[in-house]
């Protein structure tokens, strides 16, 4: 079988690193496994939405303002595009608690997820560039952000709203459960949880000719 290039989509990268314990499995696990199920993410977002606003509020109040029922409505209705599938692996972690200099060391369950752009056939390699380039800017709102072309700015808010569903699903879905998890069980509390992120992510894929 012969093989092709296709070019670079833009991407969003982010990682969850939780500690490798047990409590933390069951609540990790159905929370990724729920995330492909529109009625499960509608009825989350329906019943928490006070809290998940509370969660934004303060770093990202453009999203907060926007879970009113059309935007939870069109989220649910396409998770399906949104979140695609997630990785897992286990590295040895070693931190220093503040002001101490004796390492601690700890396993570390690391959850990689890769959001896929979903770039049109029509999209010319203009377009696609431009995509790229909004998502390196430091600009939070497409308001802020001046296109290379006027004529972007439709596809670009394309990209805005996808960058919200992202954000919403991690944040508001995955991160929440887990939130949820720390409530019922107190032992599972940790002082910090990690989302790490790379907006500036591109996927080649390597495809089947014809």
């Known amino acids: 079988m012969r093989y092709t290039f296709r070019r670079g989509v833009p991407a969003i990268h982010a990682e969850i690193y939780l500690p490798k314990k047990s409590g933390f499995q069951g609540p990790l696990y159905s929370a990724l496994t729920d995330g492909r199920k529109p009625e499960v993410v509608h009825a989350h977002f329906r019943q928490h939405r006070a809290r998940i606003a509370e969660i934004l509020r303060k770093e990202w109040p453009r999203l907060a303002g926007r879970l009113d029922d059309g935007f939870i409505d069109a989220l649910a209705a396409g998770i399906q595009g ?41 999209d010319s390699a203009d377009v696609v560039a431009e995509v790229k380039r909004y998502l390196r800017s430091e600009k939070n709102s497409l308001a802020d952000y001046t296109p290379t072309r006027d004529e972007f700015r439709p596809r670009l808010l394309d990209v805005e709203r996808w960058v919200e569903q992202v954000g919403a699903f991690l944040f508001g879905f995955v991160l929440h459960r887990i939130e949820l998890a720390i409530d019922d069980d107190a032992s599972l509390r940790q002082k910090e949880i990690w989302l790490a992120s790379v907006w500036n992510a591109v996927i080649n894929k390597f495809v089947p000719e014809g």
């Open 82 to 122: 949104v979140f695609i599938g997630y990785s897992m692996y286990e590295v040895d972690g070693v931190y220093f608690p503040a002001g101490e200099t004796t390492p601690v060391e700890e396993r570390t369950q690391v959850v990689r997820l890769m959001f896929e752009f979903p770039v049109r056939d029509d």
